[in-house]
C-alpha cells in the first residue's frame, strides 16, 4: 500500500526538463548526425519520441526513434515468480557507429540500464551510448550514471517515484509515494 507524499513536477515541469535534455544532447553531440534514441519499455518510450519532437522543432530534422524491451535481459529473471510479459522490441535502424540515447523515466539501481546496455549491444556496436532520465533518484547497485538528467529527486528506500504520462496513466506529473507498512 502506498501513499502519496509529494508531487516533484507537473506537466510544465516535465516539459521544460525534456526541452531543457533535448538542447543537451544536440550541444553536447554537436547537432544530431549519426544520432538515434532509443526508449525503454514502457514510459522511456513516449519520453524518447517526445525528445526526438523537440530535437526536431530546434535542428529541423527528425532523430530515428526504437523501442527497447529489456524483459529477457533482467538479472532477476530467474527469480521471477510469474511468468514474464515479453512485449516487442522495435529498433528500425542500425545502431552500429550511431550515437544511440538510451531514455528512462527513472533511474534508480541501474540494473534496467544494465540490461539495456546488454540488449543494444546485441543489436550491433554504436560509436557510443549516452542515457537521458527524466528521474534520477539515487540508491545505485551497479556503477551506472545518466548523462542527461531532467530532475535529481533524492529518496529513501520506502519510497517510490512514479512518472505518469499522459500517453499511458492518462494524466501528466512525477510524485513521491511512500510505501506504508
Given amino acids: 500500500m502506498t501513499r502519496e507524499k509529494a508531487q516533484i513536477l507537473d506537466k510544465e515541469g516535465i516539459r521544460r526538463s525534456l526541452t531543457r535534455i533535448a538542447h543537451e544532447i544536440i550541444e553536447r553531440n554537436k547537432g544530431i548526425e549519426n544520432l538515434v534514441l532509443i ?11 517526445r525528445l526526438a ?3 526536431k522543432e530546434i ?3 527528425s532523430v530515428p526513434v526504437g523501442i527497447l524491451d529489456i524483459t529477457l535481459y533482467r538479472d532477476d529473471l530467474t527469480t521471477l515468480a510469474y511468468q514474464p510479459l515479453v512485449r516487442s522490441t522495435s529498433i528500425p535502424f542500425h ?3 550511431r550515437t544511440v540515447v538510451l531514455v528512462d523515466d527513472v533511474i534508480y539501481t541501474g540494473r534496467t540500464v544494465r540490461a539495456a546496455l546488454d540488449a543494444v549491444m546485441d543489436l550491433g556496436r554504436p560509436r557510443v551510448i549516452q542515457l537521458a532520465a527524466l528521474i534520477d533518484r539515487g540508491h545505485r547497485e551497479l556503477p551506472i550514471r545518466a548523462d542527461y538528467i531532467g530532475k535529481n529527486v ?3 528506500s520506502k519510497e517510490v517515484v512514479s512518472v505518469r504520462l499522459q500517453e499511458i496513466d492518462s494524466e501528466e506529473r512525477v510524485v513521491i509515494l511512500e510505501l506504508l507498512d
Wanted: a positive charge; charged letters at 35%.
Fill in 39 to 49: 526508449g525503454i519499455r514502457r514510459r522511456g518510450v513516449p519520453l524518447a519520441e
Fill in 53 to 55: 519532437r523537440k530535437i
Fill in 59 to 61: 535542428e529541423g530534422r
Fill in 95 to 97: 545502431v552500429s557507429g
Fill in 154 to 156: 533524492p529518496t529513501s
